[in-house]
């Protein structure tokens, strides 16, 4: 009888995942949750509202090469990581949030997030947490930087 009630549980949860509304992550559960954003013991962090997949990188300072870098090789459940546009950061900024106005889901102890937009062969775009602003910085310069890698949700 047990091991019939276990089938069903197992059942129920793989229906679920196929046909409900929610996404399932193979070999990760949920962790925690922040509002709209849910952790994965994974290292993901899912935005509900707007089906981004995040994760935080090294917390070091970080140039935007080596950001880049990064996330080109990174694999966490799967490829399709990218760098974050400067918009997709500015979605993030929530004042007053954390200790760097974006939930604290995404751990990170800089206030620079480097995105994907570039300026010629030495400028590259990032966003200010402390201050809420979009900025230009040098590419090979790293201090109080950090890198984030975003992915739509898989279907």
Known sequence: MAHMKRNLHLNLILFICLFGTSICFAGSG???AD???VAYDNGIVRDKSTGL?????????TTWIEA?????GL???GSGWRLPT??????????????????PLLKTSGWWIWASEQKGDSGARSFHF???RKCWGYKDKGD???AFAVRAVKD
Do not use: C
């Open 53 to 61: 997949e995040w994760v935080s990188g090294p917390d070091k300072d």
């Open 30 to 32: 949920e962790s925690s």
């Open 130 to 132: 402390n201050r809420g």
């Open 68 to 72: 880049n870098s990064w996330v080109q």
């Open 35 to 37: 509002g709209n954003y």
């Open 144 to 146: 109080n930087s950090r």
């Open 86 to 103: 400067i918009d997709e950061l500015e979605g993030l900024y929530i004042k007053g949030s954390g200790d760097r106005n974006m939930t």
């Open 75 to 77: 694999n966490t459940d």
